[in-house]
């Protein structure tokens, strides 16, 4: 996902002018911590901090907690985790048990009670070369009847239309042999924490299960939940729910929210699923919470306002009270983005993307001041921006931007690639470029190639910069590992690893992006929160 540059420090962020800055959300909590979406200011370069391991050991860096279950990717989303006064906050769109049903089962074509015999010899004729040779309808009928005919003329009508079934449509299902759906029916009705667990006991991939399970998944009790833990200890302080609506494919085909909250002076700010929510970082009681429709979009705090995608536009609400301040339906159909502040000469400014444009707005009226081309199908990436320039991922390739209050001049784009991105990296006179087939380091004067490494890529985590190093979620739609490198604009050198085996130690979620402060990464599992010690010693 996404972030920014801070004061001193390991690395200078790309300045291409002084005329403007890149701001933090709220007021400053400590110096060191992570307290919002893409880090403290945003881009994902993270603070001043003690001098971090040059290279991890084999097993990794040293595990210094896990938290207890906390859900994860389809279970309770890809959140990020933040860090602010000694705590660690994550948002959970938490799902309830799922169990494979009855109803499922006979959608996959088991049946109870059919003679073990018969259902030897249905399946027999379901999978032989005959069957597998005809092409219309007329032809499997014909097979069909003449199966039919060799039966016990009892079995033939009883089961009929099972068998039309089986031998039909089913016929093309080579997933769904008989031997399998014995062995799936001995789970039907067993709850389980996680589809993942059911994927297990089911034996098949976890993303095959998605598609097997969509109805399953649906069906599931949800709640928005914000989670406290003490940054020290793992230890969970407070957990409020709210009560969510069940997924309903609408929204990243039923995949569960996944805003990352934001923390400024004593609160925390919270998108769910199906509300805003603004909790006291002491207890986690309620301050105010505001209904909403379904987003992914991460909270900026700054100016007394929170600035976040509300239903089908983007919208501000009073940080204290969280009454309406405007909303701006013309910045719609993506409700994934999450806005990044900058500030040129003084005044402060939105930017962001829509699946379209990419749009500058007055945080104080929510007054559209430009849109030039150059959006993200599915809003998920956010602006890196230093001085007057700005650079994103958008549809039609990586993009470089001159900006100014008045409107934003095209500086070069690369040719169209992967639409599953993540937010830039902007680190002097390079655009480090996260996608779903490479990394890669752009010139970000020109967009010119300096180097691509198609070992390294991911869907939508985004990497951070620290102590002049990048650490990079990398890996597949099941799971991610972390890699720490070493970069220049004339190559990169890999500096360890971990989570690659696959172990079950790590299990980083897809889509989440690391957390970085005083010296500890905060990683999102599929299981829990995981923080790990990468200080030098």
């Given at each position: 996902?996404?972030?920014?540059?801070?004061?001193?420090?390991?690395?200078?962020?790309?300045?291409?002018s002084?005329?403007?800055?890149?701001?933090?959300?709220?007021?400053?909590?400590?110096?060191?911590?992570?307290?919002?979406?893409?880090?403290?200011?945003?881009d994902g370069?993270?603070?001043?901090?003690?001098?971090?391991?040059?290279?991890?050991?084999?097993?990794?860096?040293?595990?210094?907690?896990?938290?207890?279950?906390i859900?994860?990717?389809?279970?309770?989303?890809?959140?990020s985790?933040?860090?602010?006064?000694?705590?660690?906050?994550?948002?959970?769109?938490?799902?309830?048990?799922?169990?494979?049903?009855?109803?499922?089962?006979?959608?996959?074509?088991?049946?109870?009670?059919?003679?073990?015999?018969?259902?030897?010899?249905?399946?027999?004729?379901?999978?032989s070369?005959?069957?597998?040779?005809?092409?219309?309808?007329?032809?499997?009928?014909?097979?069909?009847?003449?199966?039919a005919?060799?039966?016990?003329?009892?079995?033939?009508?009883?089961?009929?239309?099972?068998?039309?079934?089986?031998?039909?449509?089913?016929?093309?299902?080579?997933?769904?042999?008989?031997?399998?759906?014995?062995?799936?029916?001995?789970?039907?009705?067993?709850?389980?924490?996680?589809?993942?667990?059911?994927?297990?006991?089911?034996?098949?991939?976890?993303?095959?299960?998605?598609?097997?399970?969509?109805?399953?998944?649906?069906?599931?009790?949800?709640?928005?939940?914000?989670?406290?833990?003490?940054?020290?200890?793992?230890?969970?302080?407070?957990?409020?729910?709210?009560?969510?609506?069940?997924?309903?494919?609408?929204?990243?085909?039923?995949?569960?929210?996944?805003?990352?909250?934001?923390?400024?002076?004593?609160?925390?700010?919270?998108?769910?699923?199906?509300?805003?929510?603004?909790?006291?970082?002491?207890?986690?009681?309620?301050?105010?919470?505001?209904?909403?429709?379904?987003?992914?979009?991460?909270?900026?705090?700054?100016?007394?306002?929170?600035f976040?995608?509300?239903?089908d536009?983007?919208?501000?609400?009073g940080?204290?009270?969280?009454?309406?301040?405007?909303?701006?339906?013309?910045?719609?159909?993506?409700?994934?983005?999450?806005?990044?502040?900058?500030?040129?000469?003084?005044?402060?400014?939105?930017?962001?993307?829509?699946?379209?444009?990419?749009?500058c707005?007055?945080?104080?009226?929510?007054?559209?001041?430009?849109?030039?081309?150059?959006?993200?199908y599915?809003?998920?990436?956010?602006?890196?921006?230093?001085?007057?320039?700005?650079?994103?991922?958008?549809?039609?390739?990586?993009?470089?931007?001159?900006?100014?209050?008045?409107?934003?001049?095209?500086?070069?784009k690369?040719?169209?690639?992967?639409?599953?991105?993540?937010?830039?990296?902007?680190?002097?006179?390079?655009?480090?470029?996260?996608?779903c087939?490479?990394?890669?380091?752009?010139?970000?004067?020109?967009?010119?190639?300096?180097?691509?490494?198609?070992?390294?890529?991911?869907?939508?985590?985004?990497?951070?910069?620290?102590?002049?190093?990048?650490?990079?979620?990398?890996?597949?739609?099941?799971?991610?590992?972390?890699?720490?490198?070493?970069?220049?604009?004339?190559?990169?050198?890999?500096?360890?690893?971990?989570?690659?085996?696959?172990?079950g130690?790590?299990?980083?979620?897809?889509?989440?992006?690391?957390?970085?402060?005083?010296?500890?990464?905060?990683?999102?599992?599929?299981?829990?929160?995981?923080?790990?010690?990468?200080?030098?010693?």
């Open positions: 996902m996404l972030f920014k540059r801070y004061l001193r420090v390991w690395l200078i962020p790309l300045v291409i002084t005329g403007g800055s890149v701001g933090a959300a709220g007021e400053a909590t400590t110096a060191t911590d992570w307290p919002q979406w893409r880090g403290p200011t945003r370069i993270a603070p001043a901090g003690p001098k971090l391991l040059d290279k991890w050991p084999a097993e990794g860096p040293p595990l210094v907690w896990k938290s207890e279950f859900p994860g990717n389809e279970d309770g989303g890809c959140g985790v933040v860090v602010a006064d000694g705590k660690a906050f994550v948002y959970v769109n938490w799902r309830g048990p799922v169990a494979l049903t009855t109803a499922k089962l006979i959608e996959y074509g088991w049946i109870e009670g059919i003679p073990e015999d018969l259902a030897k010899k249905i399946e027999s004729a379901r999978s070369p005959a069957r597998s040779k005809l092409k219309t309808e007329a032809e499997v009928g014909t097979y069909i009847k003449e199966f005919a060799n039966l016990d003329s009892k079995q033939a009508e009883q089961y009929a239309d099972y068998i039309k079934l089986r031998l039909g449509k089913q016929a093309a299902w080579g997933n769904y042999p008989w031997s399998r759906l014995e062995g799936w029916a001995k789970l039907r009705d067993k709850e389980v924490r996680t589809l993942e667990e059911l994927c297990v006991a089911m034996g098949v991939p976890v993303f095959h299960l998605e598609a097997l399970t969509g109805s399953l998944n649906m069906n599931r009790t949800c709640t928005d939940s914000v989670l406290c833990l003490d940054a020290a200890t793992g230890k969970t302080l407070w957990r409020k729910d709210f009560p969510a609506p069940p997924p309903n494919g609408r929204h990243t085909y039923g995949w569960p929210a996944s805003s990352t909250p934001a923390v400024a002076d004593g609160k925390c700010y919270v998108q769910g699923s199906a509300g805003l929510y603004c909790l006291a970082v002491k207890d986690g009681s309620v301050i105010w919470q505001k209904p909403t429709d379904f987003s992914n979009s991460s909270p900026l705090v700054f100016a007394n306002a929170v976040v995608m509300h239903g536009a983007l919208a501000a609400f940080a204290e009270k969280g009454e309406l301040l405007w909303k701006q339906p013309k910045l719609s159909r993506a409700y994934n983005f999450s806005v990044a502040k900058w500030t040129a000469d003084g005044q402060d400014y939105l930017l962001g993307l829509t699946n379209d444009h990419f749009f707005v007055n945080p104080k009226t929510g007054a559209i001041l430009w849109q030039a081309p150059g959006g993200h599915e809003g998920s990436t956010t602006p890196s921006v230093s001085g007057d320039f700005a650079t994103f991922r958008g549809n039609g390739g990586v993009y470089g931007f001159k900006i100014t209050p008045q409107g934003a001049t095209q500086l070069w690369t040719p169209p690639g992967a639409w599953r991105s993540s937010s830039a990296l902007l680190d002097k006179d390079c655009v480090y470029d996260l996608c087939d490479f990394l890669r380091c752009l010139d970000a004067k020109t967009g010119e190639v300096k180097w691509q490494k198609k070992e390294v890529n991911n869907h939508y985590a985004s990497p951070i910069l620290a102590d002049g190093m990048i650490l990079c979620p990398s890996g597949g739609r099941d799971y991610l590992y972390m890699l720490l490198l070493k970069a220049t604009p004339e190559k990169q050198d890999s500096l360890g690893c971990f989570g690659k085996s696959q172990d130690r790590h299990n980083v979620c897809c889509c989440s992006t690391p957390a970085l402060a005083d010296g500890r990464l905060y990683l999102r599992l599929k299981d829990g929160i995981a923080c790990y010690d990468l200080t030098a010693k």
